[in-house]
């Protein structure tokens, strides 16, 4: 991953761009959306063995959009001045306890919490309220969304990929 596809990216950035510890935003598509490429890490010490060479989030904020014009989107609603409002979706037992357990996502919930600005209207959703129904609601309300909860890609049909509940 880092090699043959963020490492060129990289060296345009830092080289050509000549930016340097700044938010990237990452928009990949087919098979590159299950790829986690802002985790992307040479795996190298330095020649000279002082250290390890810096990883993708030692150099950017890696952010994601789905497509460029959520992006668009996204910066027009900023320039408005709209209010943020943020929710965090946790799913720890979907499926009526058929899928695989997720031990930690009250405590990633809690965490998420904290870190969202207190002048950001902040809602959580989790355990039996974390329906399929109650997360789509909530991404029409909100601007921003995290999400803790198991999902499954489909590599041959990309919309047929979704979020567990």
């Given at each position: 991953v880092w090699d043959e596809i963020m490492l060129p990216i990289v060296n345009v950035l830092r080289h050509n761009l000549k930016l340097k510890y700044c938010r990237i935003w990452l928009c990949p598509t087919a098979a590159f959306t299950?790829?986690?490429l802002h985790a992307a890490h040479p795996f190298q010490t330095k020649p000279d063995?002082?250290?390890k060479e810096?990883?993708?989030?030692?150099?950017?904020i890696c952010s994601y959009m789905p497509t460029l014009s959520a992006l668009i989107r996204s910066r027009q609603l900023m320039k408005k001045r709209v209010?943020?409002?943020f929710v965090a979706i946790g799913q720890g037992q979907p499926?009526?306890?058929k899928g695989k357990a997720l031990l930690a996502v009250d405590s990633?919930?809690?965490l998420v919490r904290k870190l969202v600005?207190?002048?950001?209207?902040?809602?959580?959703i989790s355990g039996d309220a974390a329906t399929r129904a109650g997360a789509l609601e909530a991404l029409q309300e909100n601007t921003?969304?995290?999400l803790a909860c198991h999902g499954k890609q489909d590599p041959k049909q990309p919309y047929n990929s979704h979020i567990v509940m």
């Open positions: 299950s790829i986690p063995r002082s250290g810096p990883c993708l989030e030692d150099l950017y209010s943020p409002s499926g009526a306890g990633e919930l809690e600005p207190p002048t950001a209207k902040r809602t959580t921003w969304v995290h």
